[in-house]
């Protein structure tokens, strides 16, 4: 959990509390140490959150304390929808909840006066005819991306011809049906792309590649603007001919 959601989240035990919580007790809950939850406490009481208490015997939140409203115009929360409404149809399964879930909880924070803009939106998102099916768990998929792990894939390409490699997954890429693996390849020594409906079979390995993902997505997008470029010089000069 990041450092973060780990302060929201303990605004929050203590808000539905009705009694001191020691930092034992938050710490099992929320899955970190005690020393952890004593940092924390102590940076939002410096951020004039107004937690009450001591260590060995327990914290309270004064009554009164909320966090501060969301804060959207119209259009932002149009957008919020559309993009939600478009991941719902077209994510895997974690996503799609997660977006369902977004919608909701933007409900529950917004004023009363933009309710209607979420709820009665004046855009959507088209739904999706004839997705490719796929096996692939994309949210351990995810998960690994985020780990920085190596995958072995059985990968079948457009004629049906198999091979297995192993990739540096750095990111998932989404097409109205299909979705997108980008990794490095380590048969290929560069950057590949494979449709996610064309995996046979997919290895989660416990090898961790020598990058950290977000240095190897930057090198993706280099890759992709360097070719980006290349090919616009090219119609340059096909245009001046």
């Known amino acids: 959990m990041r450092r973060a959601d780990r302060l929201f989240q303990i605004i929050q035990v203590l808000r539905r509390a009705t009694k001191p919580v020691t930092a034992d007790a938050m710490a099992a809950e929320l899955e970190t140490s005690k020393r952890s939850i004593y940092r924390d406490v102590a940076t939002l009481m410096g951020q004039r959150v107004p937690i009450r208490g001591e260590a060995g015997i327990g914290y309270v939140l004064d009554g009164g304390f909320d966090m501060p409203p969301l804060m959207l115009t119209s259009d932002e929360v149009e957008a919020a929808v559309l993009g939600a409404q478009w991941v719902a149809g077209r994510g895997d399964p974690a ?3 997660a977006a369902r879930d ?4 933007i409900a529950a924070t917004v004023p009363e006066k933009l309710r209607p803009v979420l709820l009665e939106p004046a855009v959507a998102s088209p739904p999706t005819w004839k997705r490719e099916v796929e096996t692939l768990d994309m949210g351990k998929v995810r998960a690994w ?3 920085g ?13 198999e091979t297995v490699r192993v990739i540096w997954p750095c990111l998932v890429g989404y097409r109205d049906t299909t979705r997108l693996l980008v990794g490095w390849c380590e ?7 494979f449709r ?3 995996v046979v079979e997919a290895e989660f390995l416990d090898d ?3 990058h950290r993902p977000a240095v190897l997505r ?4 280099a890759k992709m603007e360097a070719e980006r470029r290349e090919w616009e010089a090219t119609q340059a000069t096909g245009a001046a001919q």
């Open 95 to 97: 996503l799609a909840r």
């Open 102 to 105: 977004l919608i909701a909880k």
């Open 145 to 147: 991306i985020h780990a």
């Open 149 to 161: 792990r190596k995958l072995r894939l059985q990968y079948a390409d457009e004629q049906g011809r």
């Open 187 to 193: 048969t290929r020594d560069d950057f590949r792309t």
């Open 196 to 198: 996610t409906d064309r």
């Open 208 to 210: 961790r590649y020598p």
């Open 218 to 221: 930057g090198r993706w997008y």
